[in-house]
């Protein structure tokens, strides 16, 4: 088979080689190199061959040297199974020799324990001499020291337990025994913890002074706490305990610096609400100081001395957090009243500034503080200052107006005047400084508690309004019962009035404070200046608020307003008390010949507005047109009351001129006193007197007419009144005239209208008003 491949090598090998040659060969020119391609094979065979030899001998000689190493490993393998069959008689003739060592294993374990006694011989013997050693080390400061010796005295306790327990058979007595012997080693223990906590409780104080002492105390604990892991370490192997470990005089080192926090929160000790009312603000600023004083202690000063592993930082914050929280309930707890509420409150808002726990200084991150309060004390908090709020507002109010109704009752001076003359009183400006400063106070708080705090005071100002009106109307009733006394009550009733105008200024101010964030206040210096949005006095009518509104604040300005007319009514009562007499003359026979009736009316009128000058325009403008209908009321109550009849032509004619005579007097007088561009009521009698003294009945009919054309409010009844005070009409024709002058009326009416000039026709005349209404009716609603 080797023979074939061999063979057939050699004749691919000839093919190839008569190829190659060939190629070489196939010009002429290439005979020429023939010498010169033998030669050049003749080097390749020839470098061929030495490889070849070179890996043949190569490769013999690795043969040669694996054949050697097998042999010496031959070798060995027999001299080690030789040695393993001695050692296999070796080890089995010594069956017998444990038996022979446990004696010398009982003599070695003795021998140990008789070492380790030796050893804490010095110590057993002079365990009292070191326990009274290092006492004095540790009277005299030296704590180092005394750790040391009792280090000392606890590892040969420790030692002489730990040779005991390991005994096979060890004796609980002498166990119990060597415990009592070194009874006073732990002793020493239980005294220098004690020191060392005592001297950690004054952290705070002791590391400004001497933080070398503060630094010892701690090396001590923190040998402790690894002697602590240690033995714990070695309990797991060996089950041994020393008595008294672990210490774990860390933990017990902690607890000693939080208690130190809490003493410190609660050691200030705060005056009573009785002894100085801003007892809880002095004692919260007290409390601000002194823990944001520490904090910085203890980062700049403290830090350094503790170990990292302390964190201790972080933990003297969260401690005093704790401390404080505490303190704040049991400030709670106490119970708070008022402005202490919003006191502790406002501290509790600032708590996370920038003057305590938010202190640039201690980089704090305040946002992981929780809250001092929970959010249901919170809101009994709150629940509890609007109680108090509601009771201060109607104490301070009830006080004030008490005070203010005292001052209308002087009799040594006049009211004050502000800088335009108008009266006044101090009452507003009270009322709504106080009103401010408690919405001031709240919105330190929250705008939350700003908002429900500005409710609870509308609420009281609602109240309020009530209270002044009943004051009012005592003020009034007194007077009119005596009128010489108070003296001065037309000026204070005066001032009374203006005050309304002042409460509503203010409600208005407050309100635009309020919508704008109470970015201003409401000065006192400046009542004199204040402004509402729209210029009552220049509305035509009545000036006053009409209607009811549901904002408690609009209603409040309505109900002031309500009071000011009511209160103007009061003032004009009191002139027409003065009218009365005159008033009762009018349209009698003596009234055709004599003027005193009319010029004391004048005269009244003109001598009481010396007192009204002094009302803030909007009212003077309105008590000064009340005071013109009612004289025009008297004059037509007198007209149709028929109080005299005229008999003849005569009498008519001196009765209607006397009546426009005395129409154009009053009407000057109002005209000069309140000049205005609405309708003077005194126009009412100009028609009237026309019919009085109208000579012709056939125009009767045409009179009426034109009466009835411009007061439609006018009644059958009182022109048939109208009509008898003449005497030239009977019963029946009064009726039949007025019947003719009212179809005439409205045929015009109609007329009018189809003729397209009814816009031409005055539809909304003043109305003929018998009898006025009394102004005291207008306290109906506040059950005066």
Not at 40 to 54: D, Q, Y
Not at 121 to 128: A, D, N, S, T, Y
Not at 704 to 733: C, W
């Amino acid at each position: 088979m080797e023979k074939k491949h061999v063979s057939r090598a050699e004749e691919e090998a000839n093919d190839k080689a008569i190829k190659q040659v060939a190629n070489m060969l196939q010009r002429p020119d290439q005979l020429d190199k023939v010498e010169q391609c033998k030669r050049r094979v003749a080097r390749k065979k020839a470098s061929v061959e030495a490889r070849l030899k070179a890996a043949v001998q190569s490769q013999l000689d690795g043969v040669k040297t694996g054949l050697s190493q097998m042999t010496e490993a031959l070798n060995e393998v027999r001299e080690i199974k030789e040695n393993m069959i001695s050692v296999d008689e070796m080890y089995s003739n010594c069956g017998a020799l444990s038996d022979k060592m446990r004696d010398i294993k009982d003599i070695s374990a003795q021998h140990r324990q008789l070492a380790a006694a030796m050893e804490n011989l010095k110590h057993l013997f002079g365990v009292p001499e070191e326990v009274a050693k290092a006492r004095d080390l540790m009277k005299d400061d030296k704590l180092l020291l005394a750790h040391k010796s009792l280090t000392d005295l606890e590892t040969s306790r420790d030692d002489l337990l730990s040779e005991q327990y390991k005994l096979e058979n060890h004796s609980e007595a002498d166990i119990k025994q060597l415990q009592t012997y070194f009874k006073e080693a732990e002793n020493l223990s239980d005294e220098l913890g004690q020191v060392l906590r005592k001297s950690l409780s004054k952290t705070i104080t002791l590391v400004r002074k001497d933080s070398s002492s503060l630094v010892t105390a701690l090396r001590i604990v923190e040998r402790e706490h690894r002697t602590d892991m240690k033995m714990l370490e070695q309990e797991k192997f060996s089950g041994f305990l020393p008595p008294g470990r672990p210490k774990r005089w860390r933990e017990k080192t902690m607890e000693t610096l939080k208690q130190a926090v809490e003493d410190r929160v609660e050691s200030d000790f705060y005056d009573t609400r009785e002894a100085d009312k801003m007892w809880l603000v002095r004692h919260l600023e007290i409390l601000r100081k002194n823990v944001l004083e520490d904090l910085r202690v203890v980062k700049f000063l403290c830090v350094p001395c503790f170990p990292p592993a302390y964190n201790i930082f972080q933990q003297y914050a969260h401690w005093y957090h704790l401390a404080l929280a505490s303190h704040v309930a049991k400030l709670i707890k106490e119970g708070l009243e008022g402005n202490e509420i919003i006191s502790l409150l406002t501290w509790l808002n600032h708590y996370t500034g920038r003057d305590l726990m938010g202190h640039f200084e201690l980089g704090l991150d305040t946002n992981r503080l929780p809250p001092l309060l929970d959010d249901n004390v919170s809101e009994e908090l709150m629940h509890s200052y609007f109680t108090t709020t509601k009771q201060n507002m109607l104490s301070w109010t009830q006080k004030s107006l008490q005070q203010d109704a005292a001052d209308w009752r002087r009799e040594a001076s006049e009211p004050e005047t502000d800088v335009d003359g108008y009266y006044r009183t101090s009452l507003p400006v009270i009322l709504f400084q106080m009103i401010q400063q408690t919405i001031q106070v709240a919105e330190t708080i929250s705008d939350t508690l700003k908002k429900r705090v500005f409710q609870v005071c509308i609420e009281e100002m609602n109240k309020f309004v009530r209270s002044y009106a009943e004051a009012i109307t005592s003020y009034k009733d007194e007077h009119f019962q005596n009128r010489e006394f108070p003296p001065f009550y037309p000026l204070y009733m005066v001032a009374a009035v203006n005050n309304c105008e002042a409460f509503t200024r203010f409600a208005v101010n407050l309100q635009l404070a309020m919508e704008k964030g109470m970015k201003g206040g409401i000065d006192s210096s400046e009542i004199e200046l204040l402004q509402m949005d729209q210029d009552d006095s220049e509305i035509d009518g009545n000036p006053f608020l009409e209607g009811e509104n549901v904002d408690p604040l609009l209603q409040f300005r309505h109900e002031m307003d309500n009071v000011a007319q009511a209160a103007c009514g009061f003032l004009l009562d009191e002139v027409f008390m003065d009218l009365q007499p005159h008033c009762a003359s009018l349209f009698q026979k003596a009234w055709l010949n004599d003027r005193s009736g009319v010029d004391t009316i004048c005269v009244t009128v003109e001598d009481y507005y010396t007192d009204y000058v002094h009302l803030r325009p909007k009212y003077l403008d309105w008590i000064m047109r009340e005071a013109e209908k009612r004289v025009i009321v008297e004059y037509l109550r007198a007209i149709l009351g028929r109080r005299m009849k005229l008999n003849n032509a005569s009498e008519r004619l001196q009765a209607g001129e006397k009546l426009l005579q005395e129409q154009q007097m009053l009407s000057s007088l109002f005209n000069k006193l309140s000049p205005s561009s609405v309708r003077s009521a005194c126009e009412a009698l100009i028609p009237i007197a026309e019919v009085i003294k109208l000579q012709d009945k056939s125009m009767m009919s045409l009179e009426l007419s034109g009466l009835v054309s411009k007061y439609h409010d006018a009644s059958a009844e009182q022109m048939q009144a109208l009509l008898a005070i003449r005497g030239d009409f009977s019963a029946s024709e009064g009726r039949e005239m007025v019947i003719e002058a009212q179809e005439a009326i409205e045929s015009s009416k109609t007329i009018t209208r189809r003729s397209g000039l009814y816009e031409l026709v005055e539809v909304d005349p003043p109305p003929i008003q018998i009898p006025v209404p009394s102004s005291s009716s207008l306290f109906s609603k506040f059950n005066i």
